[in-house]
């Protein structure tokens, strides 16, 4: 049997680059020989407890080097990663865990009373518990080093699937982004040839690895390439410019909220940057005071556009053209195409709004489980419906006009309305409910409720907020709700939430 997947990326590392520091973690260094061998380990306590080719591993943990050999360990076998958003309320892992019919849920001690009732919902066998666990429940370092025997490695080709990824769902759940090895693998190659990653990388990793901006662009294509993770449990921005001069930090991805936050941050004008060379943005648009600061530095940003269902890759704008293109998205990544079609699915010429669409290997197979939602979401020639609104300049340049979806993005976090409209239309006396972006200054946007009530009845955000707090996860609460006697609408009735936008924008 031969795995051409994730699966054996660890060990080629282990035969060439033995010695090489691949994570840095608090004070530990781990090389690519530990990484893989610890992945060994962990291929085999699952293998051990039944789990094989095609069965659902979940994860529940912050970015820790236990995450990654998880990942590793269950591209072994040929089993399939599911990430979990740590931030998620339990009810949201519930649904996660029972939806990707998950076997096997390795997760922080942290997160298990979360966790729980997912568990006794779905089909999971095993629990286990990152690190040494306790004498009734030895975690998973300990299962490591306890099991004994190998496991087979699985015959595995880039067509099967690594991992399901969830996406904040449209219409009040969210849906398993099915990913391939091939999915991965491609868009790993996209962000070597595109940011030029290098083997002499130092790669800090400040956002959380259950996103697949930071796994995707982040981790994997700098594992690929041989180079070494300095990995951070949570954002600290005084503690991220600490590490940057520490460590000689060659590259950093985040969001424009992290940038502002480290930019704002007493340390930044006497830390020193000189090692930094690569900048990636992601999530939205980098405002022009944060490029300002950043260029006072000797330091300017990729940006570009992607979503879960590509990888998440799909264009990039270079440095050297953030000044001239600015608002710009970039140009489509190296293997992959991107394209603008009118509601009829013609293609339209340059400098016209139109639905982007979106080809390359690494674009996602479907939807797990949801055959009918997946066939929606491709052209007929097989090209991916982003649901997003864009056009194309007069040199290939992307740019985003809207967004179908409705999508929120605050803080990089993607939050979609019709999740959290469900459950406020249960609200005693709610009567309709409209959620919208806010413009923010810190966090990009943040959502604002819009409703109307029922005559007598009485709302406040803070009401509103304490019903959804503990079913959402807190980042998707409202941050204002407002009460109006009526919602602007289109002919055919809908809600017409960009002229909400507009308006309350202006007043936040």
């Known amino acids: 049997m031969r795995n051409r997947g994730l699966g054996f990326w660890l060990a080629k590392r282990r035969l060439k680059n033995p010695d ?15 990484i893989a061998d610890a992945a060994d380990r962990v291929a085999a306590v699952l293998w051990h407890r039944g789990i094989r080719k095609g069965d659902s591993v979940a994860y529940i943990g912050e970015n820790s080097p236990q995450f990654l050999q998880v990942l590793f360990g269950a591209a072994q076998i040929g089993a399939v990663f599911v990430p979990v ?22 997760l922080d001690l942290d997160f298990l009373e979360r966790a729980m009732p997912g568990v006794e919902a779905g089909r999971i066998a095993h629990v286990i518990v990152t690190g040494e666990g306790t004498a009734d429940n030895p975690g998973l370092t300990v299962q490591m080093t306890e099991t004994t025997g190998g496991h087979t ?24 982004a099915v990913l391939t090895n091939g999915n991965l693998t491609w868009a790993a190659i996209n962000c070597i040839i595109d940011y030029d990653v290098a083997f002499a990388e130092k790669s800090l990793m400040i956002s959380p690895m259950f996103h697949v901006a930071a796994l995707g662009m982040g981790a994997l294509p700098a594992i690929l390439k041989g180079g070494t993770l300095v990995l951070e449990k949570a954002f600290d ?26 930019a704002d941050h007493p340390d930044w004008a006497s830390t020193d940057l000189s090692t930094l060379e690569k900048l990636t943005c992601g999530g939205s648009a980098v405002p022009t005071r944060i490029l300002n600061a950043y260029e006072e530095r000797g330091l300017s940003f990729s940006q570009g556009y992607g979503m879960t269902e590509t990888s998440p890759g799909a264009t990039g704008l270079a440095p050297e053209k953030t000044r001239e293109k600015q608002g710009s998205v970039g140009l489509p990544q190296f293997f992959t195409e991107v394209r603008i079609a009118d ?27 949801l055959p009918e939602a997946t066939a929606k979401s491709f052209t007929d020639d097989g090209w991916f419906r982003s649901g997003d609104l864009g056009y ?3 040199d290939g340049f992307l740019y985003i006009a809207d967004r179908l979806k409705d999508m929120i993005i605050s803080g990089g976090e993607n939050i979609y309305p019709a999740e959290i409209e469900n459950l406020i239309n249960d609200i005693e006396g709610i009567s309709g409910v409209a959620v919208v972006g806010i ?14 009530v029922r005559e007598g009845t009485e709302v ?12 959402l996860a807190r980042y998707k609460l409202p941050k204002n709700v407002v009460v109006v006697e009526d919602f602007p609408r289109t002919a055919s009735g809908k809600i017409r939430k960009a002229d909400l936008r507009a308006r309350f924008g202006r007043s936040s």
């Open 20 to 34: 090489k520091p691949a994570i840095v973690f608090d004070e530990d260094v781990i090389t690519y020989r530990e």
């Open 85 to 106: 958003n740590t931030r998620l309320a339990a009810p949201e892992i519930t649904h996660v865990l029972t939806d990707s019919g998950a076997r096997a849920l390795i």
């Open 153 to 176: 490695i699985a015959d595995v080709t880039l067509d099967d699937p690594a991992a399901i990824i969830y996406t904040s769902g449209t219409t009040g759940k969210p849906k398993g």
């Open 237 to 262: 921005p005084g503690r991220a410019l600490a590490l940057i001069q520490r460590h000689g930090i060659t590259m950093l991805a985040g969001v424009p909220t992290t940038f502002q936050m480290m």
């Open 343 to 369: 509601e009829n699915g013609d293609m339209v010429p340059r400098g016209t709004v139109g639905e982007i669409e979106i080809s390359g290997p690494n674009v996602f197979p479907g939807y797990h489980g």
């Open 392 to 394: 194309l300049d007069p």
């Open 439 to 452: 413009p923010d200054e810190r966090w990009g946007e943040v959502p604002w409720a819009v409703v109307t």
């Open 460 to 471: 406040d955000t803070e009401s509103v907020r304490e019903h959804l707090d503990g079913v």
